[in-house]
């Protein structure tokens, strides 16, 4: 895969990657890439750090579109993920009847599962994900993934989520003795109840009422609710949906973004390219250190040569931080982006950076540049 | 003049911060500091990091010795949990089918603070252990998860207490507690870099810790900070400079170097702004792992704590 066939073909690209590794920026200079090329593209963002939100002209924070002031190019929208909205607004979406989302709504286990419960936040943004592709607004729909503690929970959401209502589960909780070998007998049952009982009376928390409760409330959701994580799922593993991982060439991120990069294998999805973000342009610190420029004041030329030095160090340390990683992922490097300080703070610099990312074909013949 | 770390007879120092931003290095940092000092440290990982390359040692269970003074040990959230309920339901069989069903992970996620708890109780008992009528460690430095998760960590008397409030974890949940929020007894460091999304982080996490759960945090401290390498009359120079040589690969250098020095400092000022002045640690070109670099970090930190050797 290439970056410029993805944002040419795909329908969704995901960003994937630990927290820090600069994702949303990226996925924001994706979508301006893409818009570029002429697809018609949302880009849906997490935690947009402030320069990018202005950048973006993305001052509400209340999950709607807001289209890009792109200059040239196909309509660009950017919005935020809103957790909470989008769990209001499926809960009452796939409830029969209002008192019934109602009552799940406020059963306070259930409160605590929505932001407690690994997977739900992500769950969400998948969920979003799904009802922009199902609208058909939009040609391609870049997402920047929530950063998680496992980073694999966004893509693996709704399997787990599946997992979670599949009927035997909440069986075990309508009738614990069904772990046991000897389910459903009465020396079974009394053996669990006599534990769950003494686990209750440990910790003084009222586990087993409660959740009783919120099985009943959730019961009457179950069957559309499998549905529909079903149908997300599918959608995730679909030939239109790319995923690209973004790292750093940093230790502590870089193994991180190994492990990811494993754990999604092992779930069945498949990397299509890598991008490295706060790259030191490796081809500047190639030669040997060259003497100082013809007329450097005397004073200057130590300076120089020590910072020109010490950055050398940090693109060796890089490129040695970055090899493992590269050799386990089994994708192709996409982009490097260099280390740029500060990030872009107006859409110009992310035009900028969407054209480094995807360079032009044509680059003379648009005026790209300047917000309207 | 830069902040100093208030540590004085605290003996639980926890170490957090957005993920990325060198919160393992500088508690391996501290926790060298302190054991050259002459304390008897324990420096705690939780969860699966790189504390133990730091320290250059691999992590269990059970505290190991690293060097003089110094001891490392790691805490698996999820391991806690299973040893508690295997404490709890003493049938190791029972507890295994438990904890891999499904329907676990609900109870586990029901009740907030459970898995947190057991970490917490597990720092506790270090910090408890004597031996021959004094204690073990004089100090336990935790490298805490990332922020997103170091929260729920420290929250963890307040949250789990809201639901367990007579038994035995009733008893224990208040005394850690009391622990944590005892200015005598715990500190927090908050870790950040340099960079607009974890200062802004760095403040959020400062407001939540200090006000609403009303924990001892010290000022920030601000790591990877890129020296400030040129003077006003280099920077007239490189100007001219550029005009005769633009592509010279020391000045193309020398420009990212000055953009990112300049990116530094205001973020520097955001921070200071909101938090007061930093604890200030350099930014290290071969990484802590290279050789004296967590070696500088800890002499930095031992000035900035007051740690005499």
């Known amino acids: 895969m290439t970056l410029e066939r993805a944002l040419g073909e795909a329908r969704i690209l995901l960003c994937v990657g630990s927290g820090g590794v600069g994702k949303t920026t990226t996925a924001a200079a994706l979508g301006v890439a893409a818009a570029r090329r002429g697809r018609t593209t949302a880009v849906l963002t997490v935690d947009p750090a402030q320069r990018l939100k202005d950048a973006l002209g993305l001052d509400a924070l209340d999950g709607a579109p807001r289209r890009v002031a792109l200059a040239a190019g196909a309509p660009l929208d950017a919005m935020l993920l809103d957790v909470k909205r989008t769990f209001d607004v499926l809960v009452a979406g796939l409830a029969a009847t209002p008192e019934q989302a109602r009552r799940v709504l406020e059963n306070r286990l259930y409160q605590n599962l929505s932001s407690t419960l690994a997977g739900t936040a992500e769950y969400m943004a998948v969920e979003t994900v799904y009802r922009l592709a199902e609208e058909e607004r939009y040609e391609l729909v870049v997402v920047d993934t929530p950063p998680s503690r496992h980073a694999v929970d966004f893509l693996d959401a709704p399997r787990r989520l599946l997992a979670l209502l599949d009927s035997r589960a909440f069986a075990i909780l309508k009738d614990p003795t069904s772990i046991l070998p000897a389910a459903g007998s009465r020396l079974a049952h009394l053996l669990l109840l006599g534990v769950l009982r003494g686990l209750e009376r440990f910790t003084g928390l009222g586990l087993v009422r409660e959740i009783g409760e919120f099985v009943q409330a959730i019961d009457a959701l179950t069957e559309a609710f499998r549905a529909r994580v079903a149908a997300v799922a599918a959608l995730l593993r679909g030939r239109g949906t790319q995923i690209v991982l973004v790292t750093t060439p940093e230790p502590g991120l870089a193994a991180e973004t190994e492990a990811l990069a494993r754990a999604l294998r092992a779930i069945g999805l498949s990397i299509g390219g890598v991008i490295v973000n706060r790259a030191l342009p490796r081809a500047l610190f190639a030669d040997p250190p060259p003497g100082p420029p013809p007329g450097t004041p005397p004073p200057l030329a130590p300076r120089l040569a020590r910072s020109f030095a010490d950055l050398k160090m940090l693109a060796d340390r890089q490129a040695r931080v970055i090899a493992p990683l590269l050799a386990g992922a089994d994708a192709p490097v996409l982009a490097e982006v260099p280390l740029l300080a500060p990030p872009p703070a107006s859409l110009e610099e992310l035009v900028d950076l969407a054209r480094h990312l995807v360079p032009d074909a044509d680059p003379p013949a648009q005026a790209t540049r300047g917000r309207a | ?309």
């Open chain 2, 1 to 309: 003049m830069p902040a100093r770390l208030p540590l004085a007879a605290q003996r639980l120092v926890v170490v957090t911060g957005k993920g990325g931003v060198g919160k393992s290095a500088v508690a391996a940092a501290l926790a060298r500091a302190a054991a050259k000092a002459g304390r008897r440290v324990l420096a705690v990982e939780v969860g699966a990091g790189r504390l133990g390359a730091l320290l250059g040692g691999t992590l269990g269970p059970e505290p190991r010795p690293l060097g003089p003074h110094l001891a490392a040990a790691t805490i698996e959230p999820e391991a806690a949990l299973a040893d508690f309920v295997l404490s709890v339901l003493k049938l190791r069989v029972l507890a295994r089918r438990l904890l891999e069903s499904t329907s676990f992970q609900v109870l586990a996620a029901a009740a907030p603070g459970l898995p947190e708890f057991l970490v917490l109780h597990r720092l506790s008992s270090w910090l408890d252990a004597r031996r021959l009528g004094r204690f073990v460690y004089d100090l336990v430095v935790v490298d805490a998860p990332a922020t997103g998760h170091s929260l729920p960590l420290l929250a963890a008397p307040q949250a789990l207490g809201a639901l367990a409030r007579v038994g035995p974890v009733a008893e224990r949940l208040s005394s850690i507690g009391r622990r944590l929020t005892d200015p005598t007894a715990t500190l927090v460091c908050l870790v950040t870099t340099p960079e607009e999304l974890a200062v802004r982080e760095t403040v959020d996490l400062h407001r939540e810790l200090a006000g609403r759960l009303g924990l001892p945090v010290a000022p920030p401290i601000v790591n990877a900070l890129p020296p400030r390498r040129f003077t006003a009359g280099d920077v007239a120079a490189l100007a001219r400079l550029e005009t005769s040589a633009p592509a010279h690969p020391y000045l193309a250098a020398a420009r990212l170097e000055l953009a990112r020095r300049r990116e530094a400092a205001a973020q520097v000022a955001v921070l200071r702004r909101s938090l007061g002045p930093p604890v200030r640690l350099p930014f290290l070109y071969g990484g802590p792992e290279s050789d004296g670099g967590l070696a500088r970090l800890s002499a930095e930190l031992a000035l900035a704590a007051g740690l005499a050797a």
